[in-house]
């Protein structure tokens, strides 16, 4: 699944992003090239995902917020950034409201430990450590951390009028987001998740 994430990725070194909205000095090249940060606007950014099972033949989809972000600029030019999600917000779209039950029941799955296990890992981060352009596209290159374990994660993002755009698909075995027990209990539900991740920034930075 992708992600269109789009600096979803930036995200800075471990608990720094968690803690501060300023980045670390290995962010800056040199005395004379300081980068400049600017937060995300993160009321009007959103991450949207989509899970499918049985080989495509069925999905879910949902949005999970923002607890922060911002993107680094060097002379105008995209660098690099941080961002952190919070995941206790995940949240389904695809189960209408006036199916309050199945639509619960889905969330507090997504929430358990077989998947992200929210309550012991309840942020994700995602860290840019590098950011290479032609024309309007970025290719980025960062470290993603869910449930506390942290991969390599390379993808493309567009800018666009209000920010920039990325979809990105992981393969969730690899951070450990599995059903536990059988592999046909493990496979129910297909390996690869999409992240579509929309980033607005205030149009004062545009």
């Known amino acids: 699944m992708k992600i269109s994430l789009l600096i979803m990725s930036i995200w800075l070194v471990g608990c720094y992003a968690k803690t501060s909205t300023n980045p670390p000095k290995s962010f800056v090249s040199s005395a004379d090239n300081v980068a400049d940060t600017v937060p995300v606007d993160l009321k009007n950014s959103i991450i949207k995902w989509k899970g499918t099972k049985m080989r495509g033949l069925g999905k879910h989809e949902g949005t999970i917020n923002l607890a922060s972000g911002f993107l680094l600029f060097s002379k105008e030019t995209l660098t690099g950034g941080s961002f952190t999600f919070d995941m206790r917000t995940i949240n389904v779209t695809d189960i209408p409201e006036h199916e309050p039950v199945p639509r619960r029941n889905l969330i507090n799955h997504l929430k358990s430990e077989e998947f992200f296990e929210v309550e012991t890992f309840p942020e994700a981060q995602l860290i840019i450590t590098s950011c290479t352009s032609e024309n309007e596209t ?12 942290t991969h390599p994660i390379s993808f493309e993002a567009k800018k666009t009028k209000y920010g ?43």
Not at 138 to 147: E, W
Request: cysteine-free; charged content about 25%; proline content about 2%.
């Open 138 to 149: 970025f290719n980025l290159v960062g470290d993603l951390t869910i449930k506390g374990q």
């Open 164 to 206: 920039y755009e990325s979809t990105l698909e992981i393969d969730r075995f690899i951070w450990d987001v599995a059903y536990t027990g059988s592999w046909a209990n493990r496979t129910l539900v297909d390996r690869m998740v999409e992240f579509n991740i929309q980033i607005k920034i205030p149009k004062s930075a545009l």
